[in-house]
């Protein structure tokens, strides 16, 4: 058969190269998942409180209220709704990982959970929270993921945030012999324009040149809690230009719920997780920023699993008493997971924890979300892996070669919390150093020897 055509060699060349120069502008701007370890939280504390050991003592009061309140696997799968063949596996890895590493994410709040207060207190503060930070990267006592939220640069504050970002970089990196923590970042609130982004872009280039660090090594997160975060004065979607205002030094961008909703002339009686208006802003996020490498993390449950009664010195509390406490501290615990599932079933793998008693919720509703999920997922990759990236079809469901690393994050993500373990993985077809080695196109190459 004689194969004709029209279009000259040249003019195909042109078209392609044309296109080749866009498809690189778009792989520039859309990496995809960036594969490396992302917390399932982070909880949030006033920066007058912290010390070197918060996150430790943060994780033995959440494990005293998880032994109190639900002492065994049973009344802890009642209590948030957890399926019975799933509580034993779930209770005792959420045991090890509150014993282990019960906060994975810490942020040392300068802001809504600190207040105003003068500028000499807010500059001592700011010298015992960076003090501290130094002394826990010697002693080895914080947790994987440390950060610092900044007030919001609007305004009157801004002088007054950048001037508590630098007295707190500078002791830090004074007191620990020139060094950030490991997975340092600054997270900026309320933010209404572009400029709030490359105002702080300036503010670390300044920092870094300073202090002798390397340069792009302070980078940021945003706080999505206003509306103009979303839409600009002119009615343009403000997410993507806040991105390329970061200059590559954007991490993260973490929903604000209670805030956004107040900007949204919503009343406190409705402000909460689910509000439809929460999972629009949810959606803008998504779609602004999937693909780009940005970790994505959801709000903060505002009820606490606090009991309302407590017993007095030398005394004891009623049965009644007793009990009320549990229902109160279980409704809590219930209704903490339930807004868990909501963010992981909307791709958020992270969210705002408040309080110490959330962290045995936080762990058991993210370990049932993989649990749930590890049969169907390792059908798929096991499939996609051994066909070496042709099209799939496993069920209903059709895979092609973008959704490879997806499914291996799902693994990745699972283990790094504790969820699954590295053997459980195995089981979806790859290898233990294609496991660890953390990347689809990696795994690909090996099994075709281009690698």
């Known amino acids: 058969m004689t194969t004709t055509t029209s279009l000259p060699a040249k003019v195909l060349h042109d078209l392609t190269t044309a296109l080749s120069a866009t498809q690189a502008r778009l792989a520039e701007r859309y990496p995809g998942e960036p594969g490396t370890r992302q917390p399932v939280h982070t909880v949030y504390g006033g920066a007058h409180l912290f010390r070197h050991d918060t996150a430790k003592k943060l994780g033995e009061l959440g494990l005293r209220v998880l032994k109190q309140y639900a002492p065994d696997a049973g009344s802890f799968a009642n209590a948030i709704g957890l399926e019975a063949r799933y509580a034993d596996t779930i209770y005792e890895r959420v045991l090890e990982k509150m014993q282990r590493e019960a906060v994975e994410d810490f942020r040392i709040d300068f802001e809504d959970g600190y207040g105003n207060r003068s500028d000499a207190e807010e500059d001592g503060h700011a010298v ?258 051994s066909k070496a990236a042709q099209a799939t079809l496993v069920g209903d469901i059709f895979d092609d070669a973008a959704t490879g690393q997806g499914l291996l994050n799902f693994f990745l993500r699972g283990i790094n919390c504790g969820a699954l373990k590295e053997e459980e993985a195995l089981r979806a077809g790859v290898t233990l150093d294609e496991l660890r080695g953390r990347s689809f196109v990696k795994i690909l190459k090996n099994r075709r020897g281009l690698a």
Not at 276 to 287: T, V
């Open 128 to 385: 015992q929270a960076g003090e501290e930070v130094a002394r826990g990267m010697k002693e080895g006592g914080l947790p994987p993921f440390i950060g610092i939220r900044i007030k919001t640069l609007s305004g009157e504050l801004c002088a007054r945030a950048l001037r508590t970002l630098d007295v707190f970089v500078t002791t830090v990196v004074r007191d620990s012999g020139g060094h950030l923590p490991d997975n340092f970042v600054v997270t900026l609130p309320k933010i209404t324009s572009p400029e709030h982004v490359t105002t702080l872009v300036s503010t670390f280039e300044a920092l870094e040149s300073s202090l002798a660090l390397l340069q792009g090594s302070l980078k940021m997160e945003f706080m999505i809690e206003t509306t103009q975060s979303i839409l600009d004065v002119d009615g343009s979607i403000m997410l993507p230009r806040m991105l390329t205002a970061a200059q590559g030094r954007c991490v993260a961008a973490h929903f604000g719920v209670y805030d956004f909703t107040a900007s949204n002339d919503i009343t406190a009686q409705y402000q909460r997780m689910g509000h439809p208006s929460c999972d629009f802003a949810r959606h803008m996020m998504k779609m602004a920023y999937a693909g780009t490498g940005l970790w994505l993390s959801d709000g903060a449950t505002n009820i606490m699993p606090v009991a309302p009664h407590r017993a007095e010195a030398g005394g004891t509390l009623t049965a009644g008493q007793t009990s009320e406490n549990r229902r109160a501290v279980h409704a809590a615990w219930k209704l903490h997971a339930d807004d868990i599932f909501h963010s992981l079933e909307s791709g958020y793998y992270q969210g705002w924890d408040l309080h110490p008693g959330q962290l045995p919720t936080r762990y058991a509703a993210t370990y049932a979300f993989f649990l749930r999920g590890l049969a169907s997922a390792s059908e798929r990759l096991s499939n996609f892996v």
